[in-house]
């Protein structure tokens, strides 16, 4: 939080002695030129009117009001400052969904969002929970799992008739870690699938029912975001003895997707710091 008081407080003291404002922010530097590419057209027209240097394998970026694009570009990212600045004095978790649907007008797009979570993760040297901020959750779970929530809600994972939003016909949304209990598991294995449409196929014919030892199935349809990583690292770190057991294509796309799984996301370093290395038995598969 001093940290967030200590970058407004600067705003304000060049507006009150009357100097430009120049403010330099970190961010994390991207994996490639396409990535690069597709920062400056979903953040465009701002992200093009920052100046640039590289220090310590990141960006330097610098906002300023010197143009009109710029000065959006620092009103987005003053918002998104204050947005968190909140959630952590009161101690609530904010989606990145809800930041933007805050301010539509001023975000433009939900990747405009997305990409000043990041840079601001980076500039502090924090991961993104310690802001307090998630993603929407978008890995499904199913098999003889029950996770507890720290509210004292039980989610069955087996059922598909419990009528909560966190559940469809085929798989529970795997909830935030930081909102996790505990979890109680009956199967003898975990199964991470890389395509949803697989998953919903074998939840369909009743896969996990039909095998002699049961067990559990895991989507983060396609890449994993952070929230379904971590829950197969709580579930490895609560049943050790329990493998766990990758189902992704035979191609590179595949393979890239287990690597995330295991080693986490490259370019999100600061958040894969949090993570940890665990044993993924890969099996690949073509359909």
């Known amino acids: 939080m001093s940290d967030i008081e200590d970058t407004i407080e600067q705003i304000i003291a060049s507006i009150m002695i009357g100097e430009p404002i120049k403010l330099p922010f970190l961010t994390r530097k991207l994996v490639s030129t396409q990535q690069h590419k597709k920062r400056k057209e979903d953040a465009s027209p701002s992200i093009s009117e920052y100046n640039e240097e590289e220090a310590n394998g990141n960006n330097v970026r610098y906002l300023s ?19 968190i600045y909140e959630a952590v004095a009161y101690k609530i978790m904010v989606t990145k969904r809800d930041m933007f649907y805050r301010d539509v007008p001023l975000f433009g797009t939900q990747a405009v969002v997305d990409i000043i979570v990041d840079d601001i993760s980076c500039h502090f040297n924090v991961p993104r929970s310690s802001l307090n901020v998630s993603a929407a959750s978008k890995g499904l779970v199913f098999g003889p799992i029950r996770i507890k929530l720290k509210n004292n809600k039980m989610m069955d994972c087996m059922s598909i008739h419990q009528g909560e939003e966190c559940h469809d016909e085929q798989g529970t949304l795997i909830p935030p870690i ?4 505990e979890i109680q598991c009956k199967a003898n294995c975990m199964i991470v699938i890389e395509k949803e449409a697989t998953f919903r196929y074998l ?9 002699p030892q049961s067990c559990v199935l895991v989507t983060g349809k396609g890449y994993p975001d952070l ?33 995330t799984y295991k080693w986490g996301a490259r370019v999100y370093t600061i958040c894969a710091r949090t993570t940890f290395t665990y044993y993924l038995y890969l099996y690949l598969s073509i359909i």
Do not use: W
């Open 227 to 259: 929230c379904t990583r971590q829950f197969v690292k709580y579930f490895l770190t609560c049943y050790r003895d329990k493998p766990i057991l990758a189902l992704m294509d035979n191609d590179p796309h595949g393979l890239d997707i287990y690597a």
């Open 178 to 181: 930081n909102q996790i209990l």
């Open 203 to 211: 939840v369909s014919i009743g896969f996990c029912e039909s095998l």
């Open 65 to 83: 009001l010197s143009s009109a694009s710029s000065t959006k570009a620092l009103a987005r990212y003053i918002s998104v400052l204050q947005m």
